[in-house]
């Protein structure tokens, strides 16, 4: 059974600091997403990672795989409060499906 | 664009009511999906179908159907409500292998 861990679930830091999210799974899997998620808002997404090394990069945020390690991270880097939301990370199982991560909230204080 | 789009927003439910959750998707996707979301947990699968004519178990099924009425619409029931499907209800579409895109969420109470 594919189970997906995020941490940390609750980030609070500065602007202008560097982060990261981990996302780590259990089985293998061929797909990695990163949504974010506004205050009672709908999910958007951020970036699909497909192979194993695949990096990918929107502004101050980049997002890597390591499928041999079954580990995704999400960076933040030099953040403003604009990135203030909650990440989740979701991985494909073997069917159609998407197994999400429980999200991290993160908050960067002014 | 409309995207994906999801009624009601707002509903409230007495115990044992049934209701109809509606989503259509102007993308041309075949994948559709039925999630929900409560605090502080990641989205659960409801039901997802993968093409026009087909609906499938998700992770959390039970308390639920669903119609695939076109390639477009894909509906979610409630045939009889419990306090326990409190949540916030997402409808979401994608083409195989790419992300899914979200409709704006159905929050969902039921007293």
């Known amino acids: 059974e594919l189970k997906v861990e995020q941490n940390p679930l609750f980030l609070s830091m500065q602007e202008g600091k560097n982060y990261t999210i981990y996302c780590n799974y259990s089985?293998?899997?061929?797909?990695l997403y990163w949504y974010r998620q506004d205050p009672g808002k709908s999910l958007e997404s951020l970036f699909v990672?497909?192979?194993n090394g695949a990096v990918k990069q929107e502004g101050r945020l980049m997002a890597s795989l390591d499928t041999k390690a079954r580990l995704s991270t999400l960076h933040i880097t030099a953040a403003v409060h604009d990135l203030s939301a909650t990440y989740f990370c979701?991985?494909?199982?073997?069917?159609?499906?998407?197994?999400w991560g429980a999200g991290t909230k993160l908050i960067i204080k002014p | 664009n409309a995207g994906v789009t999801q009624t009601p927003k707002f509903q409230v439910l007495k115990t044992g009511q049934s209701m109809t959750l509606q989503c259509a998707q102007d993308?041309?996707?075949?994948?559709m999906y039925w999630y929900r979301q409560d605090p502080g947990m990641g989205l659960r699968l409801i039901y997802y179908?993968?093409?026009?004519?087909?609906?499938d178990k998700g992770e959390v099924p039970n308390g639920y159907n669903v119609s695939r009425l076109n390639k477009r619409e894909f509906s979610l029931r409630l045939e009889s409500a419990a306090p326990s499907q409190t949540s916030v209800y997402f409808c979401?579409?994608?083409?195989?292998?790419?992300?899914?895109?979200f409709g704006q969420g159905t929050r969902l109470t039921v007293v």
């Open positions: 979701a991985v494909g199982s073997s069917n159609y499906q998407l197994i």
């Open positions: 990672l497909l192979s």
């Open positions: 089985t293998t899997s061929d797909r």
């Open positions: 993308m041309n996707h075949n994948s």
């Open positions: 979401a579409s994608s083409q195989q292998g790419t992300s899914a895109f």
């Open positions: 179908s993968a093409s026009e004519g087909t609906t």
